[in-house]
């Protein structure tokens, strides 16, 4: 069974895809989606690829802050007076 | 005795001072991570800088106002977005209300009909998507989106940190997290294989 009748199980499972990896489903809801993942690859694929998105994304998006600014701020202390 | 008024009490007035030494370290030692976050919700390095300066300047001086005990990272972004917010950055009248056919797996099904299927086996989502690819795609992504999506996925505060950063209600933060993800997948794909 799993996500009734009415409704095209991966489209049901794409609605899933973000509150499953942020983990706010239910637990009811959680088991639903993965019963449906273990029997359904086109859907396991891109929740695989949602999950190394986000990863890469944060890695992707990370940009340091040069030593000057880094500098500027400790000079900006008022402890330091 | 007992004449000393809390602001002269030699006692009160050296703990006073270690309490914002204590408070400007902990801060500064948060820095790197403040901005990496300030850096993605606006454009240019410079503009992130003036930020960071002008954000911690103001949190020296606010320090009496940081609860102890609470988040600092968060309290130190609150005062960057309001501040980010005042600077009068560009405002959507209202954010990207037009409806957004693209579903989550939009990215995925774009990039396997451009024959560019990404291959999870080996999880190499970085051999589709360059680093230059996320950060224009990510800068494309509406401002009140971004906030939420910068704040929680890359600077990887709970929904209840970003919805006290920026001043919405949780569910907001969920609705336009949601939204903002998948814009942020429609703009990869336009970035990748071209837009339809």
């Known amino acids: 069974m799993g996500f009734g009748a009415q409704v095209d199980p991966c489209e049901k499972c794409e609605e899933l895809l973000q509150p499953y990896l942020d983990r706010e489903l239910s637990d009811a809801e959680r088991a639903e989606a993965e019963l449906h993942l273990d029997g359904c690859s086109y859907c396991r694929k891109r929740y695989r690829f949602e999950e190394e998105l986000r990863r890469y994304v944060r890695q992707a998006a990370v940009e340091e802050m040069t030593p000057d600014l880094k500098q500027k701020l400790s000079e900006l202390r008022t402890s330091l007076f | ?85 005042d600077r009068g950055r560009k405002q959507q009248r209202s954010p990207d209300l037009q409806p957004l056919e693209e579903g989550d797996y939009y990215l995925y099904n774009r990039l396997e009909e451009a024959g560019r299927e990404p291959n999870v086996e080996q999880e190499r989502v970085d051999e589709r998507l360059s680093q230059d690819d996320v950060v ?36 907001t933060v969920m609705s336009r997290l949601h939204r903002g993800r998948r814009i942020l997948k429609r703009e990869l794909a336009d970035e990748t294989v071209g837009s339809v």
């Open chain 2, 1 to 85: 005795m007992g004449e000393t008024t809390p602001e002269a009490d030699p006692k009160k007035l050296a703990e006073e001072a270690r309490d914002r030494v204590r408070f400007e370290e902990e801060a500064l030692e948060l820095a790197d991570q403040v901005y990496r976050v300030a850096r993605r919700l606006v454009s240019t390095r410079e503009e992130a800088e003036d930020l960071m300066q002008e954000t911690y300047s103001r949190a020296f001086r606010a320090w009496r106002s940081f609860q102890p005990g609470t988040n600092l990272r968060a309290w130190l972004l609150r005062i960057l977005t309001n501040l980010n917010i």
């Open chain 2, 136 to 171: 224009a795609a990510l800068s494309a992504v509406p401002h009140d989106f971004r906030d939420v999506v910068v704040l929680v996925d890359i600077g990887d505060f709970s929904y209840a940190d970003a919805a006290q950063i920026l001043e919405i209600p949780i569910g």
